[in-house]
């Protein structure tokens, strides 16, 4: 439900926004690469306008999702050595169970025999 909510708030206005400068950016501009000779066709590419917008969304959402991965990396290999242990510890505590069951069983039985 919180997913959907904030799809709804954040992701259809960008959408809304996106589109609408799509409509109104339709004109073909040139982006140079070379900053000593703008001219030069080699450093140079040519679209719409729009789609140089779409391509800079598109590496911030790139270059945040990998900033976000890596700086939370401590965590999740936290996680993953917690879980680690977590298993090493109730199989250890199985055991124990295990063992209390027999010792249990072996002591009920010669009294319950009498």
Known sequence: MMKKLLNIVVLVPVAIILIVLSVANRQTVTLALNPFNPADSVLSASAPFFVFLFLAVIFGMVVGSLTTWFTQ???RK???N???EAV???A???KHRTR?????SQTLL???SK
């Open 82 to 84: 917690e879980a680690h």
């Open 78 to 80: 936290r996680a993953r």
């Open 100 to 104: 209390a069951e027999t010792i249990a």
């Open 73 to 75: 990396g401590k965590y």
């Open 110 to 112: 010669p009294a319950s």
């Open 92 to 94: 250890e505590a199985e």
């Open 88 to 90: 090493k510890w109730h």
